[in-house]
T-cell receptor
Framework: RKEVEQDPGPFNVPEGATVAFNCTYS??????FFWYRQDCRKEPKLLMS???SGNEDGRFTAQLNRASQYISLLIRDSKLSDSATYLC????????????FGDGTTLTVKP | NAGVTQTPKFQVLKTGQSMTLQCAQD?????MSWYRQDPGMGLRLIHY???????DQGEVPNGYNVSRSTTEDFPLRLLSAAPSQTSVYFC???????????????FGQGTRLTVV
């Protein structure tokens, strides 16, 4: 079983749709959680950190459930520019400095 | 604002050749990592370092060596290139955060390596 597993996707949605991505992790000692966005052939860039209390940044909401070892990302009112691959990242715990990435979920938003 | 700088951006090697991918960061980050990303797949950790003089293996370390003589630099050496090492390589750096976690990672722009 992979340390970090994401919805395989791809997700193809119309503009304006709401879409949710899920991610589970196996290392209960993990301390930090992030969602990254990766555009085609580019480096990953931080989208948002994920906190136990949940956090929101505009149309994006991230949630963490430590008991279930589950992370989610919700995108509301999808835009064409949201088309990208979204990577779930888990860090820290017993191996400080080590980051583990999910395989990513590809989102395509269509007009 | 350089951030993380990787060189070269593109490289073609012949099977059996060796080379070093360079990575430098100017943010005084303690943690640095190397990943490879194959088409349609996620990032796989090759090696990482939690500070100068300290390195450890990741998920796919075979065929690669690293060293961390300074905080700023973390070169990745391919000992004898093989076609299976054709990939995009990303270097990243970050800092320790609170309670054993760490802060966001900043990535270099990647090195696209082809081994023929």
């Amino acid at each position: 079983r992979k340390e970090v597993e994401q919805d395989p996707g791809p997700f193809n949605v119309p503009e304006g749709a709401t879409v949710a991505f899920n991610c589970t992790y196996s290392n209960s000692a993990s301390q930090s959680f992030f969602w990254y966005r990766q555009d085609c052939r580019k480096e990953p860039k931080l989208l948002m950190s994920v906190y136990s209390s949940g956090n929101e940044d505009g149309r994006f909401t991230a949630q963490l459930n430590r008991a279930s070892q589950y992370i989610s990302l919700l995108i509301r009112d999808s835009k064409l520019s949201d088309s990208a691959t979204y990577l779930c990242v888990v860090k820290g715990g017993t191996n400080a400095g080590k980051s583990t990435f999910g395989d990513g979920t590809t989102l395509t938003v269509k007009p | 604002n350089a951030g993380v700088t990787q060189t070269p951006k593109f490289q073609v090697l012949k099977t059996g050749q060796s080379m070093t991918l360079q990575c430098a960061q100017d943010m005084n980050h303690e943690y640095m990592s190397w990943y490879r990303q194959d088409p349609g797949m996620g990032l796989r950790l090759i090696h990482y370092s939690v500070g100068a003089g300290i390195t450890d293996q990741g998920e796919v370390p075979n065929g690669y060596n690293v060293s961390r003589s300074t905080t700023e630099d973390f070169p990745l050496r391919l000992l004898s290139a093989a076609p299976s090492q054709t990939s995009v390589y990303f270097c990243a750096s970050s800092s320790p955060g609170h309670s054993g976690g760490n802060t966001e990672a900043f990535f270099g722009q990647g090195t696209r390596l082809t081994v023929v």
